[in-house]
C-alpha cells in the first residue's frame, strides 16, 4: 500500500480494511490524529484526502492508494493556526484540536463566521463552546473578530 | 473498533466492468465511501465478511443531462451534488438536502448511491428521491433495469436489489412546481433525523416524508387531498391518518406526528 503521507511518499504493509485511522497511528507512529467516537459524528480523526477534510475512522486504508494524506503533523510545529489556538484558547483539554485544525486548514481567503462554522460543522468540542475556536480561526484569515455572542447560527 | 478486521476479505474494482463481473462470479457487499459501513464495522455490528471496494470506478461519478433527465452517477458524493450546476438548477432540493447530511467530511465520501443502497428509513436524500419520482438504474453483467424509486423498498432496510446488481444511476425527469426541503433533527448538523421531509408544489403536489415508516414514504392520499383544492387544515388531517410514525430512540411517535403535520403546513406557505 503506497500514498503521500505529509509530502513523502510511504509504504505500509497494513490490512486493506484497516482504518486509515489506526494505520496512521499504529504503522506510520503519527499519534497527532485522535480518535473520538469512531462513528463519524465528533472529527476529531479529521485528516486530509486529495485536499478534502474526511474523518480517517470511516477510511478503509485501501481507499487511500496512490492519495495524498495530510496529517496535523504535515502542519509542523509551528504553524500559526497551531499558535492562535493556543494563544485564543480555542484549545483546553485538546482531544479535538488536531481535528478542529484539520477542518479549518482548507478555509479560502476572507471566511465569514458563517463560513467557518460551516466548516467546522463535523467537530464536536466539549470544552470551548466553540466562540475560542471560531474567534482562532478569523484571527488566522486576518477576519474581524465576531460579535461576542453571535447573533443566530447556521445548520 | 469492535470488529476484527482479519476476518474481512476484499477486493478493489477499478472499472465498472470489472464490478459487475465480480458481482456476477463472487457476490460482494460494495463499498464506497463507508460512512455507514464503517460505523457498523466500528460498533462492531458489520454482518457482512466480504466485500467490493468501488469507491474507484469514476465512471459513476458523474452528474449530467440526458436529453432532459438528470443523470446522477450512484458515486456522486454529497459534496459534489452541493458543488453541481446542474443539480442546483434542476433539483435544488438535493442540494439542501446534501448540506445537512453530516458535516463537510461525511459529504466529501458519502455517495447518493449508497444512501440509497443503505436503505435506512431516515436517508436524508430518499424523500427528495422519492418526492420526485427519481429512478434507480441498476445493472449487473447482463442487463440493466430501471425501478421507481416507490418500488425500490420492500421493507425496513430491504430492497428489489438482486445480489449481482449494483446501483449505477439516480435518473430525474423534469420537475414542475417550487421545490422544499426540511430536516427536523437534535441538532442542525451530524444529527440523523427525526423526521424529514421533501416537497414539490405543483397541481399535483408530490410529498414524501423519511423517518415516519418503515421505508422512505410518499403520501398519496394527503397529495389527492391538497390537488382536489383541500385546505391545508384538511390535509393534515388526512396526513395524520395516512402516517404511523413510530417510537425509537430519537423520538416518539407523537412527536413525529406533530412535526410532520406542522412540517406539511410550512411547506404549503412557504411554496404558496
Redesign the interface.
Known sequence: MKFVLNGASTEVKAHPMARLLDVLREDCGLTGTKEGCGEGECGACTVLVDGEPVCSCLIPVAQVESADVVTIEGLGDDHPLQHLFMNEVGAQCGICTPGMIMAAIRLGATPTLDDIKIALAGNLCRCTGYSAIYRAVLKWKGMPPAPSRAEGTVR | ?KTA??G?D?R?AASLGEALTVMRDDQRTP?A???DL??A???GTLEPRR?L?I??VKELRDISMNGSTLVIGALATY?SLIRSPLVARHLPMLVEAS??V?????Q??GTLGGNVANASPAGDSLPVLAAADAVIVLRSADAERRVPITEFYTGYRATVMRPNELIVAIEILPIEGKQWFRKVGTR???AISKIVVAGVRAAAPRIAFGSVAPTVVRVPETERSLAAGATIDEAALVLSREIVPIDDIRSTAEYRMRVATNLLRRFWAETG
Not at chain 2, 453530516?102 to 461525511?106: A, D, L, R, T, V
Open positions: 473498533m478486521i482479519s474481512l476484499v478493489s463499498i465511501g463507508a460512512t464503517y460505523v464495522l466500528n460498533f466485500f471496494d469507491w474507484a459534496t448540506r445537512q453530516g458535516g463537510p467530511q461525511i466529501n465520501r442542525a448538523a451530524q
